[in-house]
């Protein structure tokens, strides 16, 4: 008994010092944090609101810049040249790394070229319409696009094209596809009049709060936080979805200490709703959204398989 009891003693000594390595992980230096998204907007908001909490929390110099275009595919272009000790991280969205990757195989990146770490919120993406229009539900938006009117849809990124291009198909209804760079644009351009509805991934809560906006569709598998009877995208005839989220990245072969130190890091802090990054996310997506590991790494064979049949469904 004697020896079981220092053996078992021994054993959890070693499991405290690798617990103990994994937490005292420390950068080499600076960590570049690699944005994806417009200065001003929600997600870079985010992206830098956790990077001051990380300075803050763990004392890691984080060094935010912007590296956008192509939604995503010039930030992944650039990320699979940097250390992957830990020292060079990215934020972009799941759909970078599926659709965008698939679309543009030339833009100089794959899946094999990165490390996914942890993910912190999912889109909360609506067919958005103004209050003023007097849609009530997406019937009505039908019934507009068959009585001859003709409809601007807004959208953000080649997927979402073919997604409304998908929606209208089904419906019946020739859709004019306005795109633009980020759901703030579309959402300035429904409210300025200048797009009859569009797609939103959670810019619209404040809008539909107040009741100048109204989410018409979930353009997801899930219902809309906010307003969880309105109509999935399997319900208005497309088998597509805009599910998504946003990613936390580093470079293939990313040490494993650093993966994993960066990762708890980061699903801290938007699990904590009293941090700012945690509150905005509640506020804007209902709570956080934390995949991580092999979890995660499904998650993205998942997206591009399903971004290759969208593809050929609108072919």
Do not use: C
């Not at 000594?13 to 390595?21: I, L």
């Not at 539909?208 to 999935?232: C, E, I």
Request: charged share 20%.
């Amino acid at each position: 008994m004697r020896r079981l009891v220092i053996a078992l003693a021994a054993l959890i000594g070693v499991m405290g010092g690798a617990a103990s390595a994994v937490a005292e992980w420390q950068p080499s230096g600076p960590i570049k944090l690699a944005i994806a998204f417009a200065a001003g907007g929600g997600a870079d908001t985010i992206s830098r609101q956790i990077a001051d909490e990380l300075q803050k929390r763990k004392g890691w110099e984080i060094i935010p810049q912007q590296i956008t275009g192509g939604g995503g595919a010039k930030l992944a272009a650039a990320l699979k040249d940097e250390p992957n000790d830990g020292t060079t991280i990215g934020m972009v969205v799941t759909e970078t790394y599926g659709y965008n990757m698939v679309a543009n195989p030339k833009a100089g990146f794959s899946q094999a070229d990165m490390t996914p770490i942890t993910t912190v919120a999912a889109f909360q993406m609506g067919v958005v319409a103004k209050s003023d229009k007097g849609w009530k539900t997406f019937a009505d938006v039908v019934a507009a696009g068959k009585s001859g009117e003709k409809l601007r849809f807004g959208t953000m990124s080649p997927k979402l094209a073919d997604l409304a291009f998908l929606i209208g198909e089904a419906n019946g209804i020739d859709f004019n596809i306005i795109e633009v760079k980020g759901g703030k644009a579309v959402m300035n351009g429904v409210n300025a009049g200048d797009m009859d509805l569009g797609f939103m991934a959670g810019i619209q809560r404040k809008g539909v709060a107040s009741g100048d906006l109204v989410n018409l569709a979930s353009a997801m598998s899930m219902p809309l936080k906010q307003t969880p009877d309105a109509p999935l995208m399997a319900d208005i005839g497309v088998k597509f979805n805009a599910d998504g989220y946003f990613l936390f990245v580093g470079p293939a072969g990313m040490d494993s200490e650093a993966r994993k130190a960066i990762s708890e890091a980061i699903a801290e802090i938007v699990k904590d709703e009293s941090t700012k990054a945690g509150g905005i996310i509640k506020k804007a997506f209902g709570g956080h959204a934390v995949i991580s590991g092999p979890e995660l790494d499904q998650l993205l064979v998942i997206e591009a398989a399903s971004a290759e049949s969208l593809m050929m469904a609108v072919q």
